[in-house]
């Protein structure tokens, strides 16, 4: 089966970069394969601009990627693929 194309990934606004039980806050975006690997041989996936890079195993694991110097980028509380 073919990876997804588009994912949208969910980071949390709370104090520990968690969403809040009740989910009304957060910041999503939208990432789309770039036709790169990372370097654990997944597919990378960028959002329209670029800054935000993630690789995405076939079993939904995340792996945040910096996009340029001194960014320490935060992994998201939940990665939902889109059809």
């Given at each position: 089966?073919?990876p997804?194309k588009r994912?949208?990934l969910?980071?949390?606004?709370?104090?520990?970069?968690?969403?809040?039980?009740?989910d009304?806050v957060g910041d999503r975006?939208?990432?789309?394969a770039?036709?790169?690997?990372g370097?654990g041989?997944?597919p990378?996936y960028?959002?329209?601009?670029?800054?935000?890079?993630?690789?995405?195993?076939?079993?939904?694991?995340v792996?945040m990627?910096?996009?340029?110097g001194?960014?320490?980028?935060r992994?998201?509380?939940?990665?939902?693929?889109?059809?």
């Open positions: 089966m073919a997804p994912y949208e969910t980071f949390g606004d709370g104090p520990d970069g968690q969403t809040p039980p009740d009304t975006v939208v990432v789309a770039t036709g790169a690997t370097p041989g997944h990378v960028a959002d329209a601009s670029g800054i935000v890079r993630a690789e995405i195993s076939d079993r939904g694991e792996r990627l910096a996009s340029g001194q960014q320490s980028p992994s998201p509380v939940r990665v939902e693929p889109l059809h």
